[in-house]
């Protein structure tokens, strides 16, 4: 699948998603509606039969429970209609005065708004119509006629608000890793090119052997190179070839040794089988262990320590355990050492671990997580796929 394809079937299986939210929403609010409006017109049926046999009885207990105690009941607007008149109403909501002129005027055309709803039921005495009972929804179907759009309009409301906060969350982390990248990469051009410039400035004075000069020279050229190399890949999807682990880790420890300073007691140690292999990038995996190497380094400061890498094949792939003795991490920061812009360090940049992070996890499909930590022990698991 093509990578332009694949943000817009995310997009289109949200957006359907979301409509079939909405319709079952609907839906749901009209089955309940139905329902209501079923249970109303069952009532003003028994009530309309209930006040019929009272009246046709002529019996004052059946016509008292009919007007005292059933239809109070009810929790619907009803009207009792008789010719031109109007008989009784209940939960009209009205304000004006029962029986008089605006009381007619507003019930005669709540009449015409229920029987535009509901059919009237009629009232029948010695099986002649005198009567006629009008009803309505309840308040709360009402209510629940509008619940839908404020479910929805909620909803929407709290989408926006939701991706409008991951929006400045985004724009503030790439904002970070734009300057992060920037101080490192001024970071690793700064020591070869610096060398550089030593070095052309021998060569003018001729104070040192050439050959000497132009070996150093290859080396910071090289460096250079490799620089250029590692941001060039970041950025993109690089071809994965197979790498033997224990060749990528002695060249790193090489590298590290060279560099520490030489009071340094800090050891390197490595422990495993020589001839494990992943499918990878070998430009991108050196720098994720060496940003790890750097890490375990300044954890440990000017003290002695001790960093060991081991290697383990397992049925689900490739693991590696980098450790270190230094001062340990916080449990509560073992998630944020791998957020662009976090650091612990003053002066620190944030950017090493969360690079290490996108190359292990995003461009070759494992995962890096701290598996444990504490003062004199911290140790690092990185799983790589078979």
Do not use: C
Request: aromatic content about 8%; hydrophobic content about 40%.
């Amino acid at each position: 699948m093509k990578a332009s394809q694949k943000p817009f079937n995310i997009k289109l299986s949200l957006f359907i998603l979301a409509m079939t939210i909405i319709v079952m929403i609907f839906w749901v609010n009209r089955i309940m509606i139905n329902q209501l409006r079923d249970e109303a017109r069952l009532q003003a049926e028994i009530l309309a039969k209930s006040y019929s046999d009272a009246i046709n009885s002529s019996n004052e207990e059946d016509i008292r429970f009919v007007m005292d105690i059933l239809l109070p009941s009810m929790n619907f607007p009803i009207l009792i209609t008789s010719k031109d008149e109007i008989s009784a109403g209940l939960n009209l909501g009205f304000s004006a005065q029962e029986g008089s002129d605006e009381y007619n005027s507003q019930a005669w055309v709540m009449v015409k708004k229920m029987d535009q709803s509901f059919p009237p039921l009629d009232l029948v005495w010695d099986d002649v119509k005198w009567g006629e009972i009008h009803y309505s929804d309840p308040q709360v179907v009402t209510r629940l006629r509008w619940m839908p759009y404020l479910e929805v309009g909620f909803g929407i409301a709290f989408i926006l608000i939701t991706l409008w906060g991951m929006q400045l969350i985004r724009r503030s982390e790439k904002n970070l890793i734009y300057a992060g990248m920037a101080r490192e990469t001024a970071h690793q051009l700064g020591t070869p090119v610096s060398s550089l410039m030593g070095w052309v400035k021998l060569l003018r004075e001729e104070k040192e052997d050439q050959g000497i000069i132009l070996n150093s020279m290859d080396q910071d050229i090289s460096r250079l190179s490799e620089i250029s190399e590692r941001f060039s890949k970041i950025g993109s999807k690089p071809k994965l070839k197979e790498i033997v682990l224990s060749e990528l880790i002695s060249e790193v420890s090489e590298y590290m040794k060279n560099r520490l300073p030489k009071q340094s007691g800090v050891e390197i140690n490595y422990s495993g089988d020589s001839n494990i292999t992943i499918q990878g990038d070998w430009v991108l995996i050196r720098w994720a262990v060496e940003n790890l190497m750097k890490n375990a380094v300044d954890t440990m400061g000017t003290k002695s320590g001790n960093i060991s890498i081991t290697l383990t094949q397992t049925e689900a792939g490739t693991q590696l355990d980098l450790s270190d003795t230094g001062k340990g991490i916080p449990r509560s920061d073992w998630k944020n050492i791998f957020r662009p812009g976090y650091s612990s360090k003053p002066r620190g940049w944030g950017l090493g671990l969360s690079l290490t992070k996108r190359i292990v996890e995003e461009i070759h499909g494992g995962n890096i997580k701290v598996l444990r930590s504490k003062p004199g022990k911290t140790v690092f698991r990185l799983n790589f796929p078979l």
